[in-house]
């Protein structure tokens, strides 16, 4: 029986994805492959790699977008993605697919070619920094002849990359869509990360039903993309969002 994982984009929304693999550890749930996007793919890679729940909420914790020295100076972005390059060599120090303990797939956008990256094998920081750089808020990161951006333009749950090749899929969606209120509507990158999000949820719900078990945290609407605080509440809605899943297929999950 082999169990597959995926993990959707979401910001900073995707500290839920630590709070689910928390549960999943606790249920003896051990995914054989993962699939992420934009903050699933860094947070798949670091579970991937080894790096236990509790280090990775902290190694959160620890980063400050909006740091001056993150600034993206002569870039097209306000951010640099590749300012993070060092700290993520702290904590995933064997930069490459091939130290992974669990294959993963990281999904990426060229925004030259207009194509969807997969990135299985090589080196893996830069890979996971361009899945989440997020298009106008974070500069695009060259691999090679592509200069990507982050993987949700064109598949925020990257469900359908897993599903062929597992006999139980899980997934977590850690980007809910509701309806929004003019007054949050109050700048140009608001204007962005609104349009990005129909796109996304249209594209994603649309493979809910690939899911043998979907995690889906609905009271993670109230948390902004890019909003570095509430860390440890958005940890135990996913936290909690999974024991509740994983209780009700708790039939389904001692067959496997």
């Known amino acids: 029986m082999k169990i597959a994982l995926t993990l959707s984009g979401g910001g900073y929304r995707g500290i839920a994805h630590i709070g689910v693999l928390k549960a999943l550890e606790e249920a003896g749930v051990r ?4 699939a992420g996007t934009s903050a699933g793919s860094v947070i798949g890679a670091l579970y991937a790699y080894g790096i236990s729940t509790a280090d ?16 993206a100076f002569g ?17 995933l120090p064997e930069d490459d697919f091939s130290a992974l303990k669990i294959p993963l797939q990281v999904t990426a956008t060229n925004i030259l070619t207009g194509e969807l990256k997969i990135f299985t094998k090589g080196p893996l920081i830069r890979s996971i920094l361009a899945s989440a750089a997020f298009p106008g808020f974070f500069a695009p990161v060259e691999i090679g002849k592509g200069y990507y951006v982050d993987g949700g333009v064109l598949n925020n749950f990257p469900a359908d990359l897993l599903r062929d090749h597992a006999d139980f899929l899980i997934g977590v969606y850690v980007n809910p869509f509701e309806p929004a209120d ?8 608001s204007v962005l990360e609104r349009v990005l999000k129909i796109k996304t949820a249209s594209d994603s719900i649309s ?17 902004s993309t890019f ?10 809605l996913g936290y909690r969002e999974a024991k509740e899943r994983l209780d009700e297929a708790s039939g389904k999950i001692k067959k496997l």
């Open 182 to 189: 003019k007054s949050k509507i109050k700048h140009s990158f």
């Open 227 to 236: 909003l570095e605080k509430d860390l440890d509440t958005i940890f135990e």
């Open 207 to 223: 493979k809910f039903p690939l899911c043998d078990i979907l995690v889906y945290p609905k009271e993670l609407s109230r948390f």
């Open 56 to 71: 990775m909420l902290e190694f959160f914790k620890g980063i400050q977008l909006m740091s001056f020295g993150n600034y």
């Open 75 to 91: 870039k097209p972005g306000w951010v640099d993605p590749e300012s993070f390059y060092d700290r993520f060599l702290e904590i």
């Open 31 to 34: 995914p054989e492959a993962i």
